[in-house]
């Protein structure tokens, strides 16, 4: 009889039940598959008597995840609590100090403390892994630790955050406001218990860190990284992109540049036949560009219990089938500080604002952007019935920080009528 790997799960939400059902349904596939069987010995969570759906009476209970990770009988310690400090980190660090192996799904964590964590599982030669961290049920950490480990990584981009998906294609589909889907998510129970990590884009920008390191041999630097949510869009923005061909997404984009480390996760306008502008609902999208292999897109559930369970289970068979793999790839003392590039790659954006219907008005906008070494592309004003006029704008490629001029400058011209909105075009 092999020896079983034993697990010791702390957290026992949406994940932690998920993991426990695979683990209990599934048993004799994954001792096929790893050739030993992988079973629980403990896990944790905060209440002891709710019911997670799947019967748990069979293994032992810690109300104390510390104490839980640092157990004789357990080899693997899955971390599913969340939270970048706290129990998770606590429970993370003992594991780790007393020799366990560590799994976790917990993006906040990686993104905050990675590089800290990596140094001590090494030292301690014991496994971190985190497949589901990142875009749920996609593999894409694997795709990028393994399967395209023989490349230089040139970008990687996604749509990492399925809650913002919804609420962007949502808003397009019928029509209706911000608030209005926002409340809607909310209702559906798709949104963090504190949705500005969702809707400020720091969710996906966790998520973007991670990949970014895997991708450029970096430490994680998430505190590197240029983040706006998606509060600001607005059904005439989404309106009228897709007017002009595009979709707006919520995009990461991470690439190396002369600069340094490009790391963005904004709202982006996307070609609207791209896989990127034709990606519905709370579905990701991660997209990969190496040297050799050119591009692949990676498209699946972002989140939810099979999914992320999924990831969860990939990661302990690895571990059960003695697969060692780096970190974030390669060894943590080997990863380079990762210096932020101040300023984007010039791009192509789209401008909307709201012009006083005047006469001059919009030769004064064109003098200011042309002022400023920012290029018309094309415009359109829309039809009105008061006293402003929507315009839009998109521009040729120009460096952030022309437009950033323009943008502090039309003001001046005394004839905007509120805030004009600047939305990255990205190739794609
Ligand atoms: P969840 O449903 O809120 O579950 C969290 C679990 O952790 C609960 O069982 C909770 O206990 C337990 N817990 C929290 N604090 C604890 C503490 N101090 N001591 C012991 N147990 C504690 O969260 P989740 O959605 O499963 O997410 C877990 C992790 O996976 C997070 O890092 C999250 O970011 C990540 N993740 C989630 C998804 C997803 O789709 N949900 C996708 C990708 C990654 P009680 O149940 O008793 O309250
Ligand atoms: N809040 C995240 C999302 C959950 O909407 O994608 C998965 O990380």
């Not at 606590?90 to 906040?108: D, L, R, S, W, Y």
Request: proline share 4%; glycine share 10%; net charge negative.
């Amino acid at each position: 009889m092999t020896t079983p790997l034993r697990l010791g799960i702390a957290g026992l939400g949406t994940v932690g039940a998920g993991v426990a059902k695979i683990v209990a349904a599934k048993s004799n596939l994954l001792a096929a598959r790893t050739g030993r069987p992988i079973v629980i010995a403990a896990v944790s969570a905060r209440s002891r008597d709710k019911d997670r759906g799947v019967d748990l009476s069979g293994y032992d209970w810690e109300s104390d995840p510390v104490t839980l990770a640092t157990r004789d009988d357990i080899d693997v310690f899955v971390e599913l609590m969340g939270g970048s400090e706290g129990a998770a980190k606590k429970a993370t660090e003992a594991a780790i100090a007393a020799g366990k192996q560590v799994v976790t799904a917990n993006k906040a964590m990686l993104a905050l403390h990675g590089q800290e964590l990596a140094a001590a599982a090494e030292q301690a030669s014991v496994a971190l892994r985190f497949e589901a961290a990142v875009a749920g049920g996609i593999p894409v950490v694997k795709a990028l630790t393994e399967g395209l480990a023989g490349n230089q990584i040139t970008r990687v981009m996604g749509v990492m955050n399925g809650t913002c998906n919804y609420i962007l294609t949502r808003m397009e589909t019928a029509g209706l406001p911000y608030d209005e889907v926002f409340a809607e998510a909310d209702a559906l129970g798709y949104l963090e218990a504190d949705p500005t990590l969702d809707v400020g884009g720091i969710d996906a920008g966790h998520k973007l860190a991670i990949l970014a390191s895997i991708a450029f041999g970096t430490q994680v630097n998430f505190d590197a990284m240029q983040l706006e949510g998606i509060q600001r869009i607005t059904i005439d923005d989404i309106r009228q992109a897709a007017d002009m061909g595009y979709r707006i997404k919520l995009l990461g984009v991470a690439q190396m540049t002369g600069r340094g480390l490009e790391q963005r996760m904004s709202p982006c306008l996307v070609p609207a036949n791209s896989p990127l502008g034709q990606l519905e609902g709370g579905t990701n999208m991660v997209v990969l560009e190496g040297d050799a292999v050119g591009q692949i897109v990676l498209r699946g559930p972002g989140a939810g219990e099979g999914p992320t369970a999924s990831a969860v289970l990939s990661d302990i068979m690895d571990i059960a089938r003695g697969d060692r793999i780096s970190t974030f790839g390669q060894p943590a003392n080997a990863l380079e500080p990762a210096v932020g590039a101040q300023t984007a790659v010039p791009a192509r954006y789209y401008l909307r604002m709201e012009l006083l219907d005047k006469p001059g008005a919009l030769a004064k906008v064109a003098t200011v952007l042309g002022e400023a070494g920012v290029s018309i592309d094309r415009m359109r004003q829309y039809a009105h019935e008061e006293s402003s006029a929507p315009v839009l704008i998109v521009t040729h490629k120009t460096a952030r920080s022309a437009l950033d001029h323009a943008l502090q400058n039309l003001p001046g011209t005394a004839v905007l009528s509120g805030e004009p909105v600047a939305i990255r075009i990205e190739q794609v």
